[in-house]
C-alpha cells in the first residue's frame, strides 16, 4: 500500500522534505522540515519513497515495525513537543511548540474535551480508556506554561468519560473538571472562556489575552507520547460513520497517510445510497474522495446519504460556527439547484478581513435575514447550524 504523507499539515508554509525519491525510511524518522511556521513531519511507516511533490509517497513494506525511531533527547518537554511535530489535532493545526511557549504565570490550562461535532467520538473513547494520560498531560503543560490551573471541559453527557476523568483527578487540587453546554459548538475557544473562566472572549481575541491557553484532547495526548515515549506524531485517531456498513467505528494510532478508502473497507464498505464523503465533521469538515489521505488534522471520515434533487433557487445563510458560503453552494450544486441569494447570520461580525461570530452558540432568530433572502429570489434557505 501507498502512503502519502502531505507536506503541508499545519498552520503555515509546507514543509521541505529531506529525503529524495528512492530512499529507504524507517517508521518514525524525519522527512521534512518546516521552512517557517510549521511543524516537523516524520514517516509513519517503513518502506521506499516513491515520489515527492506536494507531499511524499512511500511504498509501504509489507511487514511494519512495532517500534519507531526516537525523536533526539532534548533539554526540555517544549523541545520534546516541538521535536515531535505536535500540532492541533482537532483541526486547526496550529504547531504546538509555539502555543506552549506563551507563559501563563498563575493562569489556565484548559483541555478541550468537547468533541464538539457530531458524530465524532474518538476522543471520548479514548479519555475512557486513558484517563490518567489525560490528566498526566495537564500536569506536563501547566508546568511548560507556568500555569497555575488546570482545567478539563466537557460535556456531562459523556458519563463514562466524565467518570473516569473524576477518577483521575479526585487528589487532585489543581485539576478541575469543568462543564460544557450540550451543544454545538461547545468546543469553539469563546464558548470555553466563556463557560470556564465567565469571562467573554471577543471575536479576534486569542486566550492567551485571558491569561489561558487551549488544547484539545489527541493534541495533549500527543505532547504525552512525545515526553514520555519520545514518539514524534506518526499516527491519528479517527472516526468512521455514516453510510458505511459498521455505522460507526472508532480507529486509534492509524499511520498517517493512509488512504480513506482502506477504513471504509475496515468499515464493513459503502451502503448503497451513499453520498459524499466528508474529511472532518459534519459542520467543518471538507468534502473528498476515496483517494485522499489522512493527516494530522484529520478526526472524522463521513460518508453521507445521496443529496436530494432539488433544482430550486436557494438563500444562503452562512454561519461561522458552521458550514460558510463555499461550503453551502457545494451543497447546493450538487442538489442541482441555483444559489440566486446569501447572507450571513446577524451575530457575525467582520474582524481583520474575516467574519466570526460574537457570541457563538447563542443562536439569534434570523427572521430579517430570511426576508432579505427572499426578496433576493430565494424559494428555499440553506444553512450550516443547529444545536447538538
Known sequence: MEIVINLKQHVGAPCEAIVKVGDIVKR??????????????????????????????????????????KIPDTSDNLEAIKEAGVVG?????????????????????????????PLLNHNIEYIKNHADLIVRGVRYLMDITSAKNGYIAIK?????????????????????????PNM????????????????LMQPGELP???????????????????????KPVISKDLTIAGKVHDETKVFFDQAIGTPISYYIDEAGGLLDGSGEIVIGGPFTGKRAGENAYISKISGGILVAVEFPKDAAEFGILACECGAQEDRLSEIVESMGGKVVASTKCKRMVEVNGRFRCDKPGECPGQAESILKLKQGGAKAIITGTCED
Not at 104 to 116: S, T
Not at 217 to 223: A, D, G, Q
Open 208 to 230: 492567551t489575552k485571558y491569561n489561558s491557553i487551549i488544547v484539545n484532547i489527541e493534541t495533549l495526548k500527543n505532547c504525552v507520547l512525545a515526553i514520555e515515549m519520545r
Open 156 to 180: 456531562p453527557k459523556h458519563r463514562k468519560a466524565l467518570i473516569a476523568l473524576s477518577n483521575a483527578c479526585k487528589d487532585i487540587e489543581d485539576i478541575n473538571i469543568k462543564f460544557l
Open 184 to 199: 454545538y459548538p461547545a468546543g469553539d475557544e469563546r464558548v470555553i472562556i466563556r463557560e470556564v473562566l465567565g469571562e
Open 89 to 117: 489535532a482537532g483541526g486547526a493545526g496550529f504547531p504546538t511548540h509555539v502555543k506552549l511557549a506563551n507563559k501563563i504565570e498563575g493562569g489556565n490550562l484548559i483541555v478541550n474535551a468537547a468533541e464538539c461535532e
Open 28 to 69: 518514525g524518522q524525519l522527512i521534512a522540515v518546516p521552512s517557517s511556521l510549521g511543524a516537523n513531519i516524520h514517516s509513519s511507516v517503513s518502506g521506499k519513497i516513491t515520489n515527492i511533490d506536494t507531499a511524499i509517497t512511500i511504498l509501504m513494506d509489507e511487514n511494519q515495525p512495532d517500534d519507531f525511531i
